[in-house]
């Protein structure tokens, strides 16, 4: 049923879109779709789409690697300690509302045209949405649990381990999720501004070759990545953390 | 984990506030024997539940002291254990029933653990449940892995706070029933706070009656001296300790401190 309605919202959209092409009339301005399909498919058989997806999405996952850990521990840290709260909380205000797209000319500047800017820009982005999801966890730890680790005799180490951090991990997933999306804008801002990969350049090389085709590849290419992310970190979290499943979570 | 010999938990002379503001509870005076099952009975913010607290160790008197026999309590610790009302919270979502229940058992290997886990589960009728999660269970499910974890750290006394103050009607009365059932079965100390009359008569051996706050004290203490059997209004005798303790409390002007 619910692959059904994809199904017609889809279709319907891609007559929507032949039609207003048909209106236009040109293709240099707007490609129909089947037109966008040819594209799509010499660039896959080139090997260059899967080449510059797969170099975005690795980026994605290098800002990943740094990103998470170093905001899930500062969050966590921030949540449990007054102190270092009062300290940092200033900070982390600050930056949060400056985006990491009005620091891409900075970092291109700063560290040159090189995976480290690009990499830099992605961390910034991730390590900061997920900080303020697990010292938000940490915050909204029920007393009512802490009472009871108390009340059983569990001291502060273990309740640490065996209450604080499960409890705040839900938290830090959610915080992860957002991420993905954001880093999927931040990569892409990067690649069009100085890089020789990724689906942000394969946009910004189109757009030379007055190639709307091939831009909109890029296009439809970055919300399918996206997407396709979501999905496989729903499913994933079902699958190695059953326990805090966001299905389960819903349910409770 | 129970403490050497004691024969009463002791509160004297204990007042309690916050921060220099009003006097939550006033000058309470309690003993509390060993192996009694005891009801604190008083109105909304009368302060019980502080009251509850200071004997759990979470928060200390701001007068007064509180010990068995003349130990002083220090902290909350696994011979006090606490059973909650809110129990969603109290359960860790992420752990099964089982591991809820042996989530304080230490210094056992893994098997003696789980064995404990199971005998405690058993005890409360939850076996077939073992292996679910609290958000595939009841309110009344809930609360008897809750009992059970309790019950499995083998506390002197166990401190329970409204724990049936949620659940339906039904599910209340047999939840009644069965822990008047395991307090005699097990002979540990129960203290228990609840705001209704009839929960208070049916369970206790010791009725202790509080006034309504701010400064709230003790109004009155009754002993409702009725069997296993008397569970609810179909046994003259319940109906009748209903009655006398009913009309004790408006004679003392419904909650209302005596001045």
């Known amino acids: 049923m619910k692959a059904l309605w994809l199904a017609i919202i889809v279709v319907g959209l891609l007559l929507v879109w032949a039609a207003a092409a048909a209106q236009v009339g040109n293709p240099l301005l707007l490609p129909a779709p089947h037109e966008v399909f040819k594209a799509a498919a010499t660039l896959w058989q080139s090997g260059d789409l899967s080449d510059h997806a797969l170099a975005s999405l690795g980026r994605l996952l290098v800002g990943l690697a740094v990103g998470v850990p170093v905001g899930a521990c500062l969050g966590c840290l921030m949540g449990l300690n007054p102190v270092v709260d009062a300290l940092l909380n200033p900070y982390v205000r600050f930056f949060n509302a400056i985006p990491a797209l009005a620091l891409v000319p900075f970092s291109l500047i700063l560290l040159g045209v090189t995976e480290i800017s690009r990499y830099a820009l992605l961390v910034y982005t991730i390590s900061l949405v997920v900080l303020l999801s697990a010292r938000q966890g940490v915050r909204n730890i029920p007393r009512i649990r802490l009472k009871t680790a108390e009340s059983l005799g569990i001291g502060r180490a273990a309740t640490l381990f065996r209450v604080v951090i499960p409890s705040c991990f839900p938290s830090i997933l959610a915080g992860v999720r957002t991420a993905l999306g954001l880093g999927v804008m931040v990569i892409v801002a990067a690649e069009m501004l100085g890089a020789d990969s990724g689906l942000g350049y394969l946009i910004m090389q189109a757009r030379s070759q007055f190639s709307m085709a091939n831009m909109l590849v890029g296009v439809i290419g970055l919300g399918l990545l996206s997407l396709l992310l979501d999905r496989a970190f729903v499913l994933g979290i079902e699958w190695f953390f059953p326990r805090w499943s966001i299905r389960r979570r819903v349910q409770a | ?259």
């Not at chain 2, 569970?231 to 409390?249: E, F, K, M, N, Y």
């Open chain 2, 1 to 259: 984990m129970s403490l050497a010999s004691w024969q009463e938990l002791r509160v004297s002379g204990v007042s309690k506030r916050f921060d220099g503001g009003v006097w939550i509870i006033k000058d309470i005076d309690l003993r509390i024997e060993k192996g009694s099952f005891v009801c604190i009975l008083g109105p909304s913010g009368c302060g019980k539940s502080t009251l509850l607290d200071m004997l759990a160790g979470f928060e200390r008197p701001t007068q007064g002291q509180i010990g068995y026999d003349d130990r002083m309590i220090e902290g909350p610790g696994p011979d006090r254990v606490v059973i909650f009302q809110d129990v969603s919270n109290a359960l860790f979502p992420w752990l099964s029933v089982e591991e809820n229940v042996a989530f304080g058992i230490r210094g056992q290997p893994l098997q003696e653990r789980q064995r404990l886990a199971k005998e405690a589960i058993e005890q409360v009728g939850l076996s077939a449940h073992l292996r679910k999660f609290p958000s595939e269970l009841s309110g009344g499910m809930k609360q008897r892995a809750q009992i059970a974890r309790g019950l499995v750290m083998n506390p002197d006394v166990l401190l329970m706070d409204e724990p049936f103050g949620a659940l339906d009607a039904f599910t209340r009365q047999k939840l009644q029933v069965e822990l008047k059932r395991l307090w005699s079965a097990t002979g540990k100390t129960i203290v228990f706070i609840t705001h209704d009359v009839s929960e208070a008569i049916t369970l206790a051996t010791h009725v202790i009656v509080m006034s309504a706050g701010p400064g709230s004290g003790i109004l009155d203490a009754f002993e409702p001296g009725l069997g296993l059997e008397a569970t609810g209004p179909s046994d003259p005798a319940w109906v009748a300790a209903h009655h006398r303790l009913q009309t004790r409390i408006e004679q003392a002007g419904g909650y209302a401190r005596a001045a």
